[in-house]
């Protein structure tokens, strides 16, 4: 059973506007998530992350939203670049666990 | 340096051979991960390395065996695979196990294809 999921394998957003990925956890002892972006043929690249005691978290043209209640997560971009286009993926920390979600690929249009 | 290091980028073995998978850190991190990930798929965890210790094997089949011999290096050795073996694997290292670790650091991953 996957306790990470991201149920969009795609997003396709236009170059400038702001992309929303989501994804959602069912394990409540999840103490951290995270996000990583991925090229092909290179290892996850890390993004931001989010302690479970926060509920949102920015870094530059990235935020990362936590709504615990909802078992739920957000990253957002904004504006979205070309250079984003990519595979992100949610991912969940727990004890020396660090569980992936399936990805969601990211178009960004010019 | 905030590099993971793998080596090699790419490896062809045959079912009969045996290899071994490098990997290696110089951030001082004391968690080490192999996570194996197939075509469209998520990276799923195989081991963890917390304080140079095997801390976690999520059910690994023994024609895997991993090997940690100081905190800079692990390393994944490889016997009698399979062609379902192969896969992108990559390591990655963060720097205390068991707690609010933050990030992860991934290699670039070795891509082994099993004939």
């Known amino acids: 059973d996957q306790q990470v999921k991201q149920n969009s394998p795609s997003l396709s957003v236009q170059e400038g506007r702001i992309s929303i990925l989501n994804c959602d956890y069912t394990?409540?002892?999840?103490?951290?998530f995270l996000w990583y972006k991925k090229y092909p043929a290179e290892g996850p690249t890390f993004l931001i992350s989010?302690?479970?005691?926060?509920d949102k978290n920015e870094d530059g043209r990235f935020t990362v939203f936590l709504n615990k209640s909802a078992k739920h997560l957000s990253l957002h971009i904004v504006p979205s670049q070309p250079g984003d286009s990519a595979v992100y993926f949610c991912?969940?920390?727990?004890?020396?666990?660090?569980?992936f979600g399936k990805g969601t690929r990211l178009h960004i249009l010019p | 340096d905030t590099e993971v290091t793998q080596t090699p980028k790419h490896l062809v073995m045959g079912m009969t051979n045996k290899k071994s998978l490098k990997c290696e850190q110089h951030?001082?991190?004391?968690?080490m991960y192999w996570y194996k990930q197939k075509a469209k798929k998520p990276p799923e965890l195989m081991f963890v390395?917390?304080?140079?210790?095997?801390?976690i094997n999520e059910s690994v089949p023994s024609r895997f065996s991993p090997e940690c011999p100081n905190s800079s290096l692990l390393n994944l050795h490889l016997h009698a695979l399979q062609p379902e073996d192969s896969a992108l694997y990559l390591c990655?290292?963060?720097?205390?196990?068991?707690?609010?670790?933050?990030?992860?650091?991934f290699g670039q991953g070795t891509r082994l294809t099993v004939v």
């Open positions: 990655a290292s963060s720097q205390d196990p068991g707690r609010v670790v933050g990030e992860a650091f």
């Open positions: 394990n409540s002892m999840f103490d951290y």
């Open positions: 989010i302690s479970s005691i926060k």
């Open positions: 991912a969940a920390h727990e004890d020396d666990k660090i569980i």
């Open positions: 951030m001082g991190h004391r968690a």
């Open positions: 390395y917390s304080y140079e210790k095997l801390s």
